[in-house]
């Protein structure tokens, strides 16, 4: 009779304390289901603190998921209660470091392209030398792009540095 429950062995343990089957049986099967509550209480508890810790950052919680609306970034709630330590503070550090960079950008003092300075009406274009400047430029891909645009909106002639060579 024994071998035929889930947890066989523990129920033998018992059994053998005070031989009698169905007392062993209640035992093993009463302190199983005790461990399956604390266990779901400790998930409950752990999401609760986690969930705190993702509102702290400035996520909404929705009804199956958190959300950094202005990031667009979500995790599942299902994610916040199961995912194991290490992966949720994984992605949890990352969060907060997309966050803190858009702030960083938000925050930063960005400088207004300079507006172009028209030649005087009378002065044909022809008549204006060309000059060359050579610099290097040391940004991130999103600004260089930006940049690129710039000089090509603005007619302004420009070739990339692996295509440099000296005149």
């Known amino acids: 009779m024994i071998n035929t429950h889930e947890y066989a062995a523990e129920i033998l343990v018992e059994y053998k304390k005070t031989l009698n089957a169905n007392n062993a049986i209640t035992l093993v099967m009463q302190r199983k289901e005790a461990e399956k509550q604390e266990k779901e209480r400790m998930l409950l508890q752990r999401m609760k603190y986690r969930i705190e810790k993702l509102i702290g950052l400035g996520f ?9 609306s202005i990031l667009n970034i979500s ?5 916040v209660k199961y995912l194991d330590e290490n992966s949720f503070n994984t992605n949890f550090i990352n969060f907060e470091y997309a966050i803190k960079a858009s702030e960083n950008n938000e925050n930063k003092n960005v400088i207004s392209a300079p507006t172009l300075i028209q030649a005087p009406v009378n002065t044909p274009q022809a008549e204006q030398p060309i000059k060359v400047a050579c610099f290097e430029v040391k940004a991130t ?9 710039y000089l090509k ?3 302004i002639e420009y070739r990339n540095i692996y295509e440099y060579e000296k005149d």
């Not at 995790?75 to 994610?79: G, H, P």
């Not at 891909?141 to 645009?149: E, G, I, Q, Y």
Request: hydrophobic residues 40%; charged residues 25%; proline residues 0%.
């Open 75 to 79: 995790i599942s709630l299902k994610d």
């Open 141 to 149: 891909m999103d600004v260089l792009l930006n940049l690129s645009a």
């Open 60 to 68: 909404h919680l929705q009804e199956t998921e958190l959300t950094y």
């Open 153 to 155: 909106e603005n007619g």
